[in-house]
């Protein structure tokens, strides 16, 4: 374990990229997951920042990219060809009661999550990680890189390559329903990334660290939660929300920061991750550290709400060194649009290939002009990218949907189950974002609008819908297909 970090060198990111959009009610995005919104808190602080994550090659990665490009974050991960960048789907909730005097922060206002798709994020694996911490001075994980297979191998990696170069590890574990399943002596071995003593900094929220501690959610429990992994890791920071945190079992003095009450604002808990690795590369750990971290997250927070009005989110970030973490609203106005992944650049149809877009497809190459929402519902389903084609013998997407049909691969295998439960989730999203359109690849059996393929794999279509299709006409949406805008 490294006690005394080098005070230089690039600070190295690993987890997440994904786009958040927030509906407050109108849409707004920014670039996130808890490390994008780290390393520009990092780079606003004026320091060096590499992000390692996936983004997708649809257009919400490219803007990504480009955003985290123009706040001075290196990006050295190739994208993922086959899956789309991730997004998560949040909805800010006020209440109205607890609107305060002007030029004091609202409390109760609370970004709720609705829909979260991981995407190109289950791609990250140890070959685009390894070696890219030659020279670097900390490493931080997110937890959602440890949810999946390939990622948490590349985390494990990352972990160990910094151990042995003697760079100080921190980890956040994120929330503990993203580990949906698994239990807390499961997570804790888990969470030591394979090292003796596990990461050198432990930075849990009280959510999880309770979780960890077999407690019930509450201030008495963070403290009771705190001391029980304070035996646990070598230092162990848990962040109480506007209440502070936790160092070593002991609570920590705000240190002049004070949070909205009952605020749970998106991106807070990242902007303190980043405070406090600055403050104790400055050699500030633990109780400065953590009381400049508070400030900074509480500064956040307020920047956040200064307008109550919440579809101006983000305002006060706007003209300030956060800048780039302000929340940019869609200036369509309208609800995100639903968009077959392999008609936005993804390489997910069954032949492992996109398909050409329409020449004048409705969403566009910003999501800050109309966003577009990238899904494949055979991927939701769980199938693999390539995969055997599929066809509906009879009765077209309806019947599947309502039990009378059902869907055959060309290896004679019954994949219905997974074509209803992309179906499924693809109307849970547009059911979460309020989506009235969708533009979907005709003939596919999933995402056909007017025409699928006759069930017998001779290469011959006629009329009916996909399963897919069929659902979200089903639940309201207006389902066209790239033909409609050509
Ligand atoms: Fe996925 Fe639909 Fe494209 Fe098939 S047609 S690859 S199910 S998005």
Not at 245 to 251: D, F, P, Q
Not at 279 to 287: R, S, V
Not at 309 to 335: H, I, T, Y
Request: net charge neutral; proline share 8%; aromatic share 6%.
């Amino acid at each position: 374990m490294n006690t005394d970090p080098p005070a230089s060198g690039r600070i190295v990111l690993a987890g997440e990229l994904m786009l958040d959009v927030l509906l407050a009610p109108a849409p707004h995005v920014r670039a996130g997951g808890g490390p994008a919104t780290m390393a520009r808190a990092l780079s606003a602080a004026g320091r060096e920042v590499t992000v390692l994550g996936k983004l997708g090659p649809d257009q919400n990665g490219r803007w990504i990219a480009a955003e985290l490009a123009g706040a001075g974050v290196e990006l050295p991960v190739a994208p993922a060809r086959s899956r789309a960048t991730g997004y998560v789907v949040m909805r800010r909730q006020c209440d109205p009661a607890a609107s305060p005097p002007p030029g004091e922060a609202a409390p109760g206002t609370i970004d709720r999550v609705v829909y979260v798709e991981r995407g190109a994020n289950f791609l990250l694996a140890p070959a685009d990680v390894e070696g890219r911490l030659v020279g670097r001075s900390w490493l931080h994980l997110s937890g959602y890189c440890l949810v999946d297979a390939d990622p948490a191998e590349a985390a494990f990696l990352l972990a160990g390559e910094a151990r042995r170069a003697g760079i100080p590890i921190s980890l956040d574990p994120g929330v503990p329903w993203a580990f949906r399943g698994a239990g807390s002596e499961e997570l804790l071995r888990l969470f030591r990334l394979g090292l003796p003593g596990g990461p050198d900094f432990f930075l849990p929220s009280g959510d999880m660290a309770a979780h960890l501690a077999g407690e019930t959610a509450g201030s008495q429990a963070t403290g009771r939660a705190a001391r029980d992994l304070a035996g646990r890791f070598p230092r162990v920071v848990v962040k109480d929300g506007p209440a502070g945190a936790w160092v070593g079992g002991e609570r920590a003095p705000l240190g002049g920061g004070q949070a909205a009450a009952g605020a749970d604002i998106s991106g807070a808990g990242d902007v303190w991750n980043a405070a406090f690795i600055a403050a104790t590369l400055d050699g500030l750990f633990p109780l400065e550290a953590v009381a400049r971290a508070n400030t900074q997250a509480s500064r956040y927070v307020a920047g956040c709400l200064a307008r109550t009005d919440a579809a101006s989110a983000g305002a006060a970030l706007a003209g300030g060194a956060w800048r780039s973490l302000a929340w940019l609203k869609v200036e369509s106005g309208e609800a995100p649009l639903l968009v077959s992944a392999c008609l936005a650049g993804v390489a997910s149809a069954y032949d492992g290939q996109a398909r050409p877009a329409p020449a004048r497809g409705p969403w566009a190459d910003s999501p800050t002009r109309r966003l577009g929402l990238p899904v494949c519902p055979e991927q939701l389903g769980g199938l693999p990218t390539p995969r055997e084609p599929a066809e509906i013998p009879q009765g077209g997407g309806e019947g599947v949907m309502d039990g009378r049909g059902r869907v055959v691969d060309r290896a004679g295998r019954d994949v219905t189950v997974a074509f209803r439960k992309g179906a499924d989730r693809v109307v849970e999203l547009a059911r979460a974002v309020g989506a009235s359109l969708a533009v979907l690849k005709e003939g596919s059996p999933s995402c056909g609008v007017g025409r699928i393929h006759d069930g017998r794999f001779r290469g011959r279509q006629g009329p009916g819908r996909g399963v897919t299709a069929a659902a979200l006409r089903q639940a309201g949406v207006r389902v066209t297909s790239e033909e409609d805008w050509t």
